[in-house]
């Protein structure tokens, strides 16, 4: 899948941030991806966040499929607009989930 100038500015913004705090960031990006796999799988001790990165309109039958991984990932679709929770997220809080 190619990704837009949007998505490819609102995967990097993420990634930095995630980085400067200290997390280890796999992307998904191009051949490697498949539909379904979060956009971002990032690390940090023993906390795994898998992020499903979201440009666009927010609509509920186009959230991602988070009930196949295991309860101890954190699992979070994030976008631009979520700006404050995802520095919260990657400071020490909670994902807080996929919302609609």
């Known amino acids: ?17 995630a980085r400067k705090l200290g997390w280890q960031a796999y992307t998904q990006i191009g051949t490697n991806s498949r539909p379904g796999d979060p956009s971002l799988i990032l690390t940090r001790g023993p906390r795994v ?13 186009r959230q991602p499929p988070v009930e196949r991984f295991p309860g101890a990932m954190e699992t979070a679709c994030w976008y631009p607009e979520d700006w404050p929770r995802v520095l919260g997220a990657l400071a020490g809080g909670l994902a807080s989930g996929v919302d609609v």
């Open 1 to 17: 899948m190619k990704l837009g100038l949007a998505q490819l500015e609102w995967n990097d913004r993420v990634t930095t941030q």
């Open 49 to 61: 966040l898998l992020v499903y990165l979201r440009t666009g309109r927010r609509l509920a039958d």
